[in-house]
Nanobody, 124 residues
């Protein structure tokens, strides 16, 4: 069983920054690709960013490319999402997800384990 716990959300002004963290249990973290998704009221959960098991490959949704950076520290069993130049439309609950394969994927159904989410609110 893999457990994921997100943290680092909060309220920021437009143009500000936050860094989200996702702490994972389990000794096989380094074998899993990881992703970040988000969901706001009235919308389906959407892909934000993904990173391969080694951290060597990343992929971003067009809406966040150039502003967000996903990274991981396999020694700490943690994946991060650095969020810069935040916009009000980034407001959502952000979820960390784990995929039991090494490679990147973009869909909700490609991931096997999910955290409970952390709220990010960006004010105008």
């Amino acid at each position: 069983q893999v457990r994921l716990v997100e943290s680092g959300g909060g309220l920021v002004q437009a143009g500000g920054s936050l860094r989200l963290s996702c702490a994972a249990s389990g000794r096989t973290f380094s074998s899993y690709a990881m992703g970040w998704f988000r969901q706001s009221p009235g919308k389906e959960r959407e892909f934000v960013a993904a990173i391969s098991s080694s951290g060597g490959s990343t992929y971003y949704a067009d809406s966040v490319k150039g502003r967000f950076t996903i990274s991981r520290d396999n020694g700490k069993n943690t994946v991060y999402l650095q969020m810069n130049s935040l916009k009000p439309e980034d407001t959502a609950v952000y979820y960390c997800a784990s995929r039991t394969y090494v490679g990147i994927a973009y869909g909700v159904r490609d991931y096997d384990y999910w955290g409970q989410g952390t709220q990010v609110t960006v004010s105008s």
